[in-house]
């Protein structure tokens, strides 16, 4: 029978971005820390609109929150929670919708593995539809970057969505339903359905090594679909050299230090390329297959790399490609190891989880709280951090639940560019989101 993918197991499901503004984060910023339980004397957020003193002045101009139009001229490289390499255009005006998938191991039909979703040869790579405006959200200022992709769930109840910032867009894409019986009496892949999956993306992108190089904290969230989607969590240090050889050092107790994979070249994309390079766990058939991905983003003055792994599997004999099945994906993100200081970080940030839930985080001081943008009023659905910045790792800002105890998860922050990554243990498993600073 089909499993639908839609609030997965306690715990989490494999990420995204955009941006807003000032009078956004003073309706919701108070509005998240309260919802969460947390008591915060909040300065004013000043400007945009709703809220206020009636004696306040009327402001000069309404900042936008993001450009205010975008063709497909404009083209936004990023990575998916399913481990795709994707190119994601939208055109304001025309009202469309375009995604290119560039690498990928999803495949394009149910009980197969090949073709997939990337494979020219065999049909076309772009899935395309139209946009609808989004008004689902606080104000009309946020809900002018917020688009709603008409046909690309596959859960009609759970549209999925894009948010377009100065630099950044992220949200969701076409999701997949996946299913294989296997070969060899391995690699099987329960039948389960996406409704979508998450997206980060980036106008501009750094591909130059000797730019990027340097040392790097990383984090992120992978499963394995023929070990029945088994979730892991990625937890990591990286020292990226500019000629393309690194070291990744995992933090996990006992975790070696290793080159992963080949070295990062410039793929024909922009982005870095590792080819072989190891999953967390083991591949389920076969050797290492699976390819790294680097999205080296520019943003904010900073650069922000995102990475994905991009799957293996093969069960033909006639292809000329290796059997085998290292079909582990997902997403991550790193950020110099450079220490920063409390308050230097505050704001309101907006993404999607591994849940396949959209998130917004609110930072102020040490304090933090997630929750739901579109149900932002359900104190059920948030969740209130306390912000550690003494950093035994520099640039690491562990969390604790603000209503925690000694068995509540221990979490952690790292940031570049504006862009955030959160990994936090839940009920056992990984529980990963990205977020784009909002305002």
């Known amino acids: 029978m089909e499993r639908i993918v839609t609030r997965p197991r306690a ?3 494999c990420p995204n971005n955009r941006i807003v503004s000032t009078g956004a984060a003073r309706r919701w910023l108070p509005r998240a820390l309260l919802a969460a339980g947390t008591v915060l004397a909040l300065a004013a957020c000043g400007g945009g609109e709703g809220g206020g003193s009636s004696n306040a002045a009327p402001a000069a101009s309404v900042v936008r929150l993001c450009p205010a ?3 497909y001229s404009t083209p936004y490289l990023g990575g998916t929670g399913s481990g795709e390499l994707v190119k994601v255009q939208i055109d304001t005006k025309q009202m469309t919708w375009a995604v290119t998938f560039l690498d990928s191991s999803v495949p394009r039909t149910p009980g197969t593995v090949q073709p997939t979703r990337s494979d020219t040869a065999s049909g076309s790579n772009v899935i395309s539809g139209t946009l609808t405006q989004e008004t689902g959200l606080p104000t009309d200022k946020l809900n002018q970057c917020a688009f709603r992709l008409n046909g690309a769930s596959l859960d009609p109840a759970r549209p999925a969505r894009l948010f377009l910032g100065e630099g950044v867009m992220g949200g969701t894409i076409p999701g997949a339903r996946i299913q294989f019986n296997g070969v060899a009496g391995a690699g099987a892949v329960p039948d389960t359905t996406f409704p979508y999956f998450q997206f980060i993306g980036f106008s501009q992108i750094e591909s130059d090594l000797t730019k990027v190089a340097g040392n790097y904290n990383g ?3 992978h499963e394995v679909p023929s070990k029945n989607f088994q979730w892991v969590a990625q937890d990591y240090r990286m020292a990226l050299a500019a000629d393309g050889s690194f070291t990744v050092c995992d933090n996990a107790a006992g975790g070696a230090c ?15 390329l590792s080819t072989n390079y190891a999953g967390e ?11 790294a991905y680097l999205i080296v983003g520019k943003l904010r003055g900073a650069l922000v790399p995102v990475m994905i792994r991009v799957g293996y599997a093969n069960a033909s004999f006639t292809n ?4 085998g099945a290292d079909d582990e994906i997902g997403i991550g993100m790193m950020a110099p190891a450079v220490s920063a200081t409390q308050g230097s970080l505050n704001g309101e940030y907006i993404g999607v989880d591994s849940s396949f839930e959209y998130r917004t985080t609110a930072l102020v001081g040490d304090a933090a709280a997630m929750l739901d943008p579109f149900r932002a009023s359900d104190a059920t659905l948030a969740i209130a951090l306390k912000l550690d910045y003494s950093q035994t790792t520099a640039g690491v800002i562990r969390t604790t639940r603000k209503d925690g105890n000694a068995t509540t998860p221990i979490g952690k922050f790292m940031f570049t560019g504006g862009v955030f990554g959160f990994l936090e243990t839940r009920g056992g498993s990984p529980y990963f989101t990205i977020g784009a600073f909002v305002e």
């Open 11 to 13: 715990g989490t499901r």
């Open 69 to 71: 139009a975008v063709d």
């Open 219 to 221: 984090s992120g969230f």
């Open 258 to 272: 290793r080159q992963k994979g080949n070295k990062f070249t410039v793929h024909s994309s922009g982005a870095l």
């Open 281 to 291: 766990l083991p591949p389920t058939l076969g050797g290492t297959m699976g390819r």
């Open 320 to 323: 000329l490609q290796p059997i």
